[in-house]
T-cell receptor
Framework: GESVGLHLPTLSVQEGDNSIINCAYS??????FIWYKQESGKGPQFIID?????DKRQGQRVTVLLNKTVKHLSLQIAATQPGDSAVYFC????????????FGKGTLLTVNP | GAGVSQSPSNKVTEKGKDVELRCDPI?????LYWYRQSLGQGLEFLIY????????KSGLPSDRFSAERTGGSVSTLTIQRTQQEDSAVYLC????????????FGSGTRLTVV
């Protein structure tokens, strides 16, 4: 979800559980969305993307769902592992741009062994 | 190289000094981007380079910020007369071409202005 001030939303799960990270995007003209994973001290890493003509896309252990009606995006991680602990960002192409991304503030996922 | 390389990884500077941050994109990637990440925040677009086209500088927060890309490869982001609010992680990314959102990010330069 969206953060308030400097505090990131956090999600804490047990190893092996499924995780769902949510994101509300801002621009109804955006037609491309990406989820990134950022581990401490590293740059964001591409996880999965989806175009606006789809409502679901699956990757390896991850699924992205898109609800354009309410401008909502979610990332589902199956069988969450300790290595999944990171900050997860959603990003949208900035409506009409073919290169510029607008990022959400991120969600901190902590996986407990 | 195998990935996007940024240097330095950390930079502490005094308020009012100028700093230069360097980015080496992946070889063959024609698009290069600079983003800024403040503490606990998402990434903020700064500037975009694509081949020999004029860069999109629309995200630069003030005229103290400038960037160049020499020979279509290495890029330098310069911040003049640094202020404390410039403290952030500056991330560079590259992609094969315009329209390719599969950015590869570097690990960033953490800038601290004291």
């Amino acid at each position: 979800g969206e953060s308030v001030g400097l505090h990131l939303p956090t999600l804490s799960v047990q190893e092996g559980d499924n995780s769902i990270i949510n994101c509300a995007y801002s621009n109804s003209a955006s037609d491309y969305f990406i989820w990134y994973k950022q581990e401490s001290g590293k740059g964001p890493q591409f996880i999965i993307d989806i175009r606006s003509n789809m409502d679901k896309r699956q990757g390896q252990r991850v699924t992205v769902l898109l609800n354009k009606t309410v401008k909502h995006l979610s990332l589902q991680i199956a069988a969450t592992q300790p290595g999944d602990s990171a900050v997860y960002f959603c990003a949208e192409n900035s409506g009409g741009s073919n290169y510029k991304l607008t990022f959400g503030k991120g969600t901190l996922l902590t996986v407990n062994p | 190289g195998a990935g996007v390389s940024q240097s330095p990884s950390n930079k502490v500077t005094e308020k009012g000094k100028d700093v230069e941050l360097r980015c080496d994109p992946i070889s063959g990637h024609t698009a290069l981007y600079w983003y800024r990440q403040s503490l606990g925040q998402g990434l903020e677009f700064l500037i975009y380079f694509q081949g020999n086209s004029a860069p999109d500088k629309s995200g630069l927060p003030s005229d103290r910020f400038s960037a160049e890309r020499t020979g279509g490869s290495v890029s330098t982001l310069t911040i003049q007369r640094t202020q404390q609010e410039d403290s952030a992680v500056y991330l560079c990314a590259s992609s094969l071409a315009v329209g390719d959102y599969g950015y590869t990010f570097g690990s960033g330069t953490r800038l601290t202005v004291v």
